[in-house]
Structures are given as structure tokens and as C-alpha cells.
């Protein structure tokens, strides 16, 4: 998520840091999927994962802030929303629960999950565009 917070720093276009943080969050869930699975269902019942799941998810939403913050900057964000509620909103569709439901529970490409998610969270977030006609990329798979 890192190396995407340094490329959207320099991009211009709302839509496109959104497509970014979704790559990126599909890169760490291609990467961590087992990883963070075995965490999920583990921290219940121990203390020490639970410590390492909390300090991993913290790391995770605080690097969204500063997307946040970006597309504050930007003007991009729809009327009423802050830079809090931005970042709360890229958590919801970039954090662990979405990616698990939509590969794992719906036989979902990763490719599909990323695309869907980024046109999602667009929608919630972003000024509506001056011309309509934008519609889902998703496409079974």
C-alpha cells in the first residue's frame, strides 16, 4: 500500500487513485489471503495474534488517510464528505471482509472483486462526473 500512497500522491485524477488503492489492496490480499485468514480466526482465541492482528489492521487504515487526505485536496469528494469519512469508507471497501466475500464466498476472479470494489467505493465517495453514463466494468469471472 505503501508504494501506491507515493504514486497517488502525484496523480491528479480521483478515479484513478481509487482504481490504485484497489490494486493494491488485491495485491495484498493475492499475497496475505492465508495469512490474514489464519489471523481472523485465531485472534479470538489468542492474545498474541490478536495484539499482531490489531497493529497490522491500524498500519492498513492509517495508510488510507493520506488517500483521504489526497482526494480532499483534489476537491473530489462528494458534498458532505470528510476526509474521515473517506478513510472509513476505502477501509470498508479495502479492508479484509469484502475480498474474502466476493472471491472466496462468490467464486469471484480477484480481478472481478478489485474492479467491482473500485466502482463502489467511486459511487460512495467521488462528486458525481458532469456527464453520466459510467457504469460497472464487472464481468463474470
Known sequence: MQAATSQIAETTDAV??????ASASRQIRERYADLIR??????PHDQAVAGQYSTATAVRRAALVP???RLARLGALRPGAD??????????????????????????????????????ARRELLSPPVSSGVG??????
Open 67 to 69: 488517500i483521504a487526505e
Open 136 to 141: 460497472c466494468t464487472c464481468v463474470s469471472g
Open 83 to 120: 476526509v474521515a469519512y473517506a478513510a472509513e469508507v476505502l477501509w470498508f471497501y479495502f479492508g479484509y471482509t469484502w475480498y474474502f466475500t466476493l472471491v472466496d464466498d462468490n467464486g469471484w476472479s480477484n480481478q472481478r472483486a478489485e474492479h467491482w470494489l473500485s466502482d463502489q
Open 38 to 43: 489464519v489471523m481472523l480466526s485465531t485472534a
Open 16 to 21: 484513478q487513485i481509487i482504481a490504485r488503492v
